[in-house]
Structure formats: C-alpha cells, structure tokens
C-alpha cells in the first residue's frame, strides 16, 4: 500500500547527508579522491538505489489503484482499520525493503574498496 514511502524517506535523508559531505570533499582535495570513490559519491549511490526503487513500487501501487490522484492520496487511508494495515506494511515490508538496499549498497562499497586497495597494491608491487 505504501511501503514505498520509507526507501523514499530514507534516499531524502541520505541525499541531504550526501550533498552536505561531496560540498565538504570539494574544498578538501584527498588522494582516496582520485584513487577511490568519496563517501559522497557513496552516498549519492545509494540515493540512486533508494529512489530508484521507490519510484518502480510507487508505479507498482498506482498501476493497482493504491495510490489516487486525490486526497489522501492514498486509497488506505480512508479507513482506519485500512490505515492501520498501512501503517503495518511501511513498518515491516517498507523497512526490509530499505534495509536491504542498504546492505546490498554496503557490500557493494566494501568490495569497491577491496578492489582499489588491490589495485593499488599490484601497482605498487610492479613499481619496486
């Protein structure tokens, strides 16, 4: 119903993180800059994962008529009962489903580091 709405939440919050940390990197210049991604480069990946999801699901539950064109917007919340239900989907379905995009995010700028610092090593192996 709207599960959608929390990875929403979650890639507006990191977004705003991400802005602020890539305008604090451009007035540092560091080597990890230019041999690895920054944390805001991180962050705005994540904010692509993020958004990109809750953009599909909210096509998914329009598609199905659970979200309106009109107020509330939302077809659940003309009842309580159906607003309760709501409210219990975002709370179970709509976390996993943004904790879990940010797992799979962490293994992928986990692994991203280990490639570099790989890189990084054979480069420095081939030079002495």
Not at 34 to 60: D, P
Request: aromatic letters at 8%.
């Amino acid at each position: 119903m709207a599960c959608f709405i929390v990875p929403a939440a979650e890639a507006v919050v990191v977004g705003i993180a991400a802005k602020v940390k890539s305008s604090s990197e451009k007035k540092q210049e560091t080597s990890e800059e230019i041999h690895g991604w920054t944390w805001g480069q991180k962050l705005s990946l994540l904010v692509k994962l993020l958004a990109g999801g809750a953009v599909l699901l909210m096509f998914e539950h329009v598609w199905h008529g659970e979200v309106v064109p009109y107020f509330p917007f939302l077809s659940a919340m003309s009842s309580p009962k159906d607003t309760s239900e709501m409210l219990h989907e975002m709370s179970t379905v709509g976390v996993t489903m943004a904790a879990i995009v940010t797992s799979v995010w962490a293994g992928i700028c986990v692994s991203a580091d280990a490639l570099v610092r790989r890189a990084k090593k054979a480069v420095e192996n081939t030079s002495n």
